[in-house]
């Protein structure tokens, strides 16, 4: 729009300076060799403007024919990339309504035409490989080939995006090598690549950093997992959740990791204060803790932190850790302190092992009989139907044969936590940082019975 009226001002301003001239007396002579021409300033002037219209249409005549080749080559591109795109939303159609053969017709589609039309490069090289692998995923259930995500970190575009999945990817088959290099240089890129192209609003920053401190810890680089923790700042309320456990985490390691010895008994007492305070419901860190302050002769705020702990997140562990400080001796004192830690949970798991075991080691046999009627009730033991079915039966007789028989095998369901990986379902008796059977990295859960 500016254009055009600029161009009719300088029109304008011709015409009236034509005009003007013309309207001026007196004649123009021009001479060349033995020519001579006689004129008046207004056929000059249009003469003048006559020759710089040729000139100008003669310049667009030929620019037009020296760029016409490339001008029908990418007229062509866009037709075949506009088909491309066509083929592109078809393909995410298709996968959408459940037609997986469909999607990778169209799939393969896309990619040819991107191909015969010369410009299978930039994000349309990373989008069409990632399209095509998941597609044949979808279909056959098998892993999407590296190639398609490297496809991704090749362009700018999408590098963040070809990053992360192969991070995930590395995590997921357990090359935990491959997955630290993809998730620094995740993070070393910077947030240009969360905001480029494809990835716009795709921010993969607190995953990669969580993540990476776990590697971190696994390889016992712990200064530079306390560096990445402080760094990250996840956006919901999960991720704090979960970096505030990796720094319990990492500051227990520090205490019973391989540098361990190297640190002075007071600042493993600070490491396993700070662990607590990050994540009171971690039980390694918590048992730890308390265990350091008895041997300092803290006993009474080592019972705060057992109860404090319980009262947040009852573990068996956390229980018999209280009652083995605060009635280490009479089992009727230790039955005591277990009804103390029930009353904090009444309805909980091992608030209920931890009570009827008390009870039955303290031989009150009415106790036990009635806090097993109160968890059977409360449906506390439908996850042990073992324990529902036998005990009761045992405590009808408690002197008889029976109970000595089958007490021994039901007690390893009240003695302590056992955890179970998340990955492999393997159980094992402590918390470790990577799982004993298939190494997966801070995958482990306490499991209660």
């Known amino acids: 729009m500016i254009k055009l009226v600029i161009h009719f001002i300088l029109l304008g301003f011709l015409m009236a300076v034509g005009l003007w001239i013309a309207n001026q007396p007196g004649s ?3 001479t060349f060799r033995d020519y001579e021409i006689a004129t008046t300033p207004g056929i000059f002037f249009l003469l003048l403007c006559a020759l710089v219209i040729v000139a100008s249409s003669v310049w667009q005549a030929v620019r037009w024919i020296l760029q016409f080749p490339f001008s029908w080559r990418r007229s062509r591109q866009m037709q075949a990339y506009k088909k491309s795109a066509e083929s592109f939303v078809q393909t995410l159609e298709a996968l959408t309504l459940g037609n997986t053969v469909g999607a990778l017709k169209f799939a393969r589609r896309a990619r040819e035409r991107f191909t015969n039309a010369g410009i299978m490069s930039g994000p349309n090289l990373g989008l069409g490989l990632w399209l095509e692998a998941h597609t044949l995923k979808a279909i056959r259930g098998v892993d999407v080939p590296s190639k398609a995500y490297q496809a991704l970190v090749d362009v700018p575009a999408t ?9 995930e990817q590395a995590l997921a088959t357990q090359h935990y090598d491959q997955a630290m290099g993809h998730l620094e240089a995740l993070l070393e890129e910077g947030s240009q690549a969360f905001s480029q192209g494809f990835t716009q609003g795709f921010s993969k920053r ?8 776990k590697l971190y810890i696994h390889a016992h680089r712990y200064e530079d997992a306390a560096t990445v923790l402080d760094r990250c700042q996840p956006e919901d309320e999960a991720g704090q959740q979960e970096k505030h456990h990796l720094q319990a985490v990492l500051a227990y390691v520090r205490v019973t990791g391989p540098a361990a010895h190297q640190a002075p008994a007071d600042d493993h007492v600070e490491l396993l204060s700070y662990a607590t305070e990050y994540d009171p419901t971690f039980v390694p860190a918590v048992v730890a803790y308390a265990t350091a302050l008895h041997r300092h002769r803290k006993d009474t705020k080592s019972v705060k932190v057992l109860e404090l702990a319980w009262s947040q997140h009852p573990s068996i562990d956390v229980g018999m850790t ?9 089992p009727l004192n230790r039955f005591r302190e277990a009804q103390k830690l029930h ?3 009444p309805y909980n798991l091992a608030s209920f092992l931890l009570v009827i075991r008390t009870a039955l080691e303290a031989q009150l046999w009415g106790e036990a009989r009635a806090y097993v009627q109160q968890a059977t009730e409360a449906g506390v033991l439908d996850t042990l139907p073992l324990v529902r079915q ?3 039966t045992c405590l009808d007789d408690p002197k008889s044969k029976v109970f000595s028989t089958v007490w021994p095998v039901l007690a390893a369901f009240f003695g302590k936590t056992t955890w179970q990986c998340t990955g492999c379902f393997h159980l094992q008796p402590a918390w470790s940082v990577a799982c004993g059977a298939c190494e997966g990295v801070l995958t482990l859960h306490e499991v209660e019975g």
């Open 28 to 30: 123009l002579l021009l």
């Open 159 to 167: 590098a963040a995006l070809g990053r992360a999945y192969l991070a």
């Open 206 to 213: 607190p995953w990669a950093a969580l993540n990476l401190a």
């Open 322 to 330: 209280y009652i083995a400080l605060a009635a280490p001796d009479r």
């Open 343 to 345: 009353a904090l949970a």
């Open 390 to 392: 036998l005990l009761p």
